[in-house]
């Protein structure tokens, strides 16, 4: 059984890179076997998905974010890591990341409990 | 991107009674080479991350008790909760899996009249 939980600062000034980190546990990253995405949620709206990582290297991003995301693995840590640069007040969120099974089903099978990171001065 | 509608936003069900939320894509998510649709449904609550009812549409994930059933195909997909329990107060969302980027319903809110 997968499990995800997500870290990192829960405070963020404008114009900055947001940063976080999501460890996997009961399963290695490098398996290959699961797209890991990053997924946020505004307060008191809905989900917008962020972008995912899988075979390690290979990515895929959501348009409305794109040049401002970048999703890495650390095999050597378990973890995969989203960066958002130039955030604005926009970019406050709860932040999940979520794994998905590349080889069978495609949903979002397992999450992290999420983090709330805010942007502000 | 597929644009994912739900209707209505916000519905509210006696105990025991039945609760239908529907779900609209704006392009088919399903895939005729294997007759699959690739459409989930998510139940959310207060301070907790979604869980996973339904996949493919209509198959529920281990744990999901079955009053908890899923319909349709292409583009037009019900959710429906046959008698609705206190602990299924939440909002619920459907989620496209056909392609990226990965997209949610904006969302339905159940709760108890």
């Known amino acids: 059984q997968v499990q995800l939980q997500e870290s990192g600062p829960g405070l963020v000034k404008p114009s900055q890179t947001l940063s976080l980190t999501c460890t996997v546990s009961g399963d290695s990253i490098a398996s290959d076997d699961y797209y890991w995405s990053w997924i946020r949620q505004p307060a008191g709206k809905g989900l917008e998905w962020i972008g995912r990582?899988?075979?390690?290297?290979?990515?895929n991003y959501n348009p409305s974010l794109e040049s401002r995301v970048t999703i890495s693995v650390d095999t050597s840590k378990n973890q995969f890591s989203l960066k958002l640069s130039s955030v604005t007040a926009a970019d406050t969120a709860v932040y999940y990341c979520?794994?998905?099974?590349?080889?069978?089903?495609?949903?979002?099978?397992?999450w992290g409990q999420g983090i709330l990171v805010t942007v502000s001065s | 991107d597929i644009v994912m509608t739900q209707s209505p936003d916000s519905l509210a069900v006696s105990l025991g009674e039945r609760a239908t939320i529907n779900c609209k894509s704006s392009q088919s998510v399903s895939y005729s080479s294997n007759n699959k649709n690739y459409l989930a449904w998510y139940q959310q609550k207060p301070g907790q991350p979604p869980k996973v009812l339904l996949y493919w549409a209509s198959t529920r994930e281990s744990g999901v008790p079955d009053r908890f059933s899923g319909s349709g195909s292409g583009t037009d997909f019900t959710l429906t909760i046959s008698s609705l329990q206190a602990e299924d107060v939440a909002v619920y969302y459907c989620q496209q899996y056909y392609n990226t980027p990965r997209t949610f319903g904006q969302g339905t809110k159940v709760e108890i009249k």
């Open positions: 990582i899988y075979a390690r290297v290979s990515t």
């Open positions: 979520a794994s998905a099974d590349r080889n069978s089903d495609f949903y979002f099978q397992h």
